[in-house]
Nanobody, 122 residues
Framework: QVQLVESGGGSVQAGGSLRLSCAAS????????MGWSREAPGKEREGIAA???????TYADSVKGRFTISKDNTKNTLYLQMNDLKPEDTAMYYCATGRPTFYGLGCRFGAWGQGTQVTVSS
C-alpha cells in the first residue's frame, strides 16, 4: 500500500530555508523513483524534483541550484532541502512515487501524499 506522509512545511522569509520530509511505507519507498511536486493557488501541479533508485536527482529549472532531493534508506524517508526560498515557491508540496520515463524529470508520478504547505514572504 502506498502511504506517503509529508512534514516540514511552514512560513519563512525570502532567502530562508526549509527541509521537507516524506515518511513512506515500505511499499511506496520501493518505487523505482520518487519525488516532489508542488501546487500553487490557481496553478497546475508541477513536478519539481525526482530521485531514482541510484539516488540520482533531477530538478525543474525553477528550483535547480536551490533545492536538493535525497533519500535515507534506513528510514524509508525522502527529503527536499530548500534553500534561498522565494515568494514564488509558495505552494502546497506533495511527496510522490512513480515510474521511470524518458521525459521531464525522468519520473512519472502516480501517487501523492496529503501535502505540506510552504509559504514564503518577501
Amino acid at each position: 500500500q502506498v502511504q506517503l506522509v509529508e512534514s516540514g512545511g511552514g512560513s519563512v522569509q525570502a532567502g530562508g530555508s526549509l527541509r521537507l520530509s516524506c515518511a513512506a511505507s515500505k511499499y511506496a519507498y520501493s518505487s523505482a523513483c520518487m519525488g516532489w511536486s508542488r501546487e500553487a493557488p490557481g496553478k497546475e501541479r508541477e513536478g519539481i524534483a525526482a530521485v531514482d533508485s541510484e539516488r540520482r536527482g533531477t530538478y525543474a529549472d525553477s528550483v535547480k541550484g536551490r533545492f536538493t532531493i535525497s533519500k535515507d534508506n534506513t528510514k524509508n524517508t525522502l527529503y527536499l532541502q530548500m534553500n534561498d526560498l522565494k515568494p514564488e515557491d509558495t505552494a502546497m508540496y506533495y511527496c510522490a512515487t512513480g515510474r521511470p520515463t524518458f521525459y521531464g524529470l525522468g519520473c512519472r508520478f502516480g501517487a501523492w501524499g496529503q501535502g505540506t504547505q510552504v509559504t514564503v514572504s518577501s
